[in-house]
């Protein structure tokens, strides 16, 4: 749809009430399986949601008014919902990258191929099970 067209569409539907724009939108969807040879693209989750409360609410005959409101209320825990991911998609691209980070500074194995002793490791037992500290035998 060319943006001139929408724009006037959208003119034309913001001065309607509520109840006026959901027979547009019924319209629509009506138009849109009567005649759509593309299928529209898929909503994320929240609003595949949203929508589904939206539309049970219709069909169980609530006002307008009450729809309203309560896709109101919606949308903001939506707009909340989003953040909270985006945040969360943040906070583990983060993780992910100090991982890296940390995974290319390893340090390398020894020329044996075995990897080193740890810089912090304790001495290994002896045969009475106890380290050896100053690295005498016995």
């Not at 003119?11 to 759509?36: C, M, T, W």
């Amino acid at each position: 749809m060319n943006p001139t067209l929408r724009d006037r569409i959208v003119r034309h539907l913001e001065p309607l009430p509520d109840e006026r724009a959901y027979q547009v939108l019924d319209y629509i969807e009506f138009l849109e399986s009567k005649y759509g040879s593309q299928t529209v693209p898929s909503a994320n989750i929240f609003q595949r949601f949203t929508e589904g409360v939206e539309d049970t609410m219709r069909a169980g005959r609530i006002s307008t008014a009450a729809i309203s409101e309560t896709m109101g209320l919606l949308n903001k825990a939506m707009g909340v919902l989003g953040g909270v991911a985006a945040a969360g998609k943040s906070v583990a691209t983060d993780i992910v990258g100090a991982a890296s980070r940390a995974a290319g500074s390893a340090p390398s194995t020894t020329g044996g191929g075995e990897p080193g002793p740890a810089p912090d490791s304790a001495p290994a037992p002896n045969a009475k099970g106890q380290g050896q500290a100053d690295g005498s035998t016995g």
